[in-house]
C-alpha cells in the first residue's frame, strides 16, 4: 500500500466514520457521482423515439435494436478515450475529462430538447448518438474518489460505498416523476433534468478541485513545518505528500 500512496488498512469504527462525517468529502464527493451517474440517462429515449407510432419512418424490432446499439458503442470508445486523456495529455488529473464529458451532454441534452420532434431526422440521430459520449466515465469519477481519500484506506472504501449506493437511490425515485413514460418520446421534463443536473454538476467537479488542492497545499504547509522542526528540507515534505 505504501508503495502506491495509499493507506494501510486499520480496524474501522464509529468514532472514525463521525470523524469522517466532519469532512467535505463525506458530502460532496458522493453528491458528485450521484449527479453524474443520474446526468446520463438520457439515451434511452432513443429507443422510444424510433418505436413512437408517430415516427414517420416505422421499422421493426430487430431494426429499432440494432440502430440503438451505436449509442453504447461510443460510450465505450469516448469512455476509454477519455481515461487515456486522463493518463497522457492530463498527466494524472481526472477532472479535466469529466468536466469535458459533462459539458457534452449539457450541449447534446439542450439540442435534443430544442429541435422538433419529427423534423430532421438525420439530426435526431445523430444526436442520441452523441448522447452515449459521456456514459462510461464511471471508471474516472472512482479513480479520482480514490486518490482525494488514498490517505485514509477505510474512508476511500465508505465514500466509494455511500457514492454507488446514493445514486441508486435517488435513480429509484426520480424517473418517476421526471422519465415518465408518458412523455416519451419527447420527454422534455427529463432533458431539461438532465441539463439542469449537468449544469450543476460542472460547479461541483470544480468544487472537488479547489477543496483538494486546498488539503494538499494544507498538507504541504504542514510537512514543511515538521520538516524545519526535524531538520529536513521543504522540498523533501513536498516529496513527502505527494501521494495525497
Same mark, same amino acid.
Given at each position: @500500500?505504501?508503495? %502506491?500512496?495509499?493507506?494501510?488498512?486499520?480496524?474501522?469504527?464509529?468514532?472514525?466514520?463521525?470523524?469522517?462525517?466532519?469532512?467535505?468529502? $463525506?458530502?460532496?464527493?458522493?453528491? @458528485?457521482? @450521484? !449527479?453524474?451517474?443520474?446526468?446520463?440517462?438520457?439515451?434511452? !429515449?432513443?429507443?422510444?423515439?424510433?418505436?413512437?407510432?408517430?415516427?414517420?419512418?416505422?421499422?421493426?424490432?430487430?431494426?429499432?435494436?440494432?440502430?440503438?446499439?451505436?449509442?453504447?458503442? /461510443?460510450? &465505450?470508445?469516448?469512455?476509454?478515450?477519455?481515461?487515456?486523456?486522463?493518463?497522457?495529455?492530463?498527466?494524472?488529473? +481526472?477532472?479535466?475529462?469529466? *468536466?469535458?464529458?459533462?459539458?457534452?451532454?449539457?450541449?447534446?441534452?439542450?439540442? &435534443?430538447?430544442?429541435?422538433? *420532434?419529427?423534423?430532421?431526422?438525420?439530426?435526431?440521430?445523430?444526436?442520441?448518438?452523441?448522447?452515449?459520449?459521456?456514459?462510461?466515465?464511471?471508471?474516472?469519477?472512482?479513480?479520482? !474518489?480514490?486518490? /482525494?481519500?488514498?490517505?485514509?484506506? #477505510?474512508? +476511500?472504501?465508505?465514500?466509494?460505498?455511500?457514492?454507488?449506493?446514493?445514486?441508486?437511490?435517488?435513480?429509484?425515485?426520480?424517473?418517476?416523476? %421526471?422519465?415518465?413514460?408518458?412523455?416519451?418520446?419527447?420527454?422534455?421534463?427529463?432533458?431539461?433534468?438532465?441539463?439542469?443536473?449537468?449544469?450543476?454538476?460542472?460547479?461541483? !467537479?470544480?468544487? %472537488? +478541485?479547489?477543496?483538494?488542492? +486546498? =488539503?494538499?497545499? $494544507?498538507?504541504?504547509?504542514?510537512?514543511?513545518?515538521?520538516? =524545519?522542526? #526535524?531538520?529536513?528540507?521543504?522540498? #523533501?515534505?513536498?516529496?513527502?505528500?505527494?501521494?495525497?
Amino acid at each position: @500500500m505504501d508503495s %502506491v500512496g495509499r493507506a494501510p488498512v486499520r480496524r474501522l469504527s464509529w468514532k472514525r466514520v463521525l470523524g469522517y462525517a466532519k469532512t467535505w468529502h $463525506f458530502y460532496i464527493l458522493p453528491l @458528485m457521482y @450521484m !449527479i453524474w451517474n443520474n446526468s446520463i440517462k438520457f439515451t434511452g !429515449i432513443m429507443s422510444f423515439w424510433l418505436k413512437s407510432a408517430d415516427n414517420p419512418v416505422q421499422r421493426g424490432v430487430a431494426e429499432r435494436q440494432h440502430l440503438v446499439m451505436p449509442v453504447t458503442a /461510443i460510450g &465505450i470508445v469516448t469512455g476509454w478515450l477519455g481515461a487515456w486523456l486522463s493518463d497522457g495529455a492530463f498527466r494524472g488529473r +481526472r477532472w479535466p475529462p469529466i *468536466l469535458l464529458a459533462n459539458l457534452w451532454s449539457f450541449v447534446i441534452a439542450v439540442a &435534443i430538447v430544442n429541435i422538433p *420532434l419529427w423534423a430532421n431526422l438525420p439530426a435526431h440521430f445523430a444526436l442520441y448518438y452523441l448522447s452515449g459520449a459521456g456514459t462510461n466515465f464511471a471508471g474516472l469519477y472512482f479513480a479520482w !474518489i480514490n486518490e /482525494i481519500c488514498g490517505a485514509d484506506a #477505510e474512508k +476511500r472504501a465508505l465514500i466509494l460505498a455511500m457514492s454507488n449506493d446514493a445514486s441508486f437511490v435517488l435513480q429509484s425515485i426520480v424517473p418517476n416523476f %421526471v422519465w415518465k413514460q408518458v412523455d416519451y418520446p419527447k420527454a422534455t421534463k427529463g432533458l431539461w433534468y438532465t441539463a439542469g443536473l449537468c449544469f450543476a454538476l460542472n460547479f461541483i !467537479i470544480l468544487l %472537488v +478541485r479547489y477543496l483538494h488542492n +486546498r =488539503d494538499k497545499r $494544507f498538507a504541504i504547509r504542514a510537512a514543511g513545518e515538521v520538516g =524545519d522542526e #526535524e531538520g529536513f528540507s521543504p522540498s #523533501e515534505s513536498k516529496e513527502d505528500v505527494k501521494a495525497l
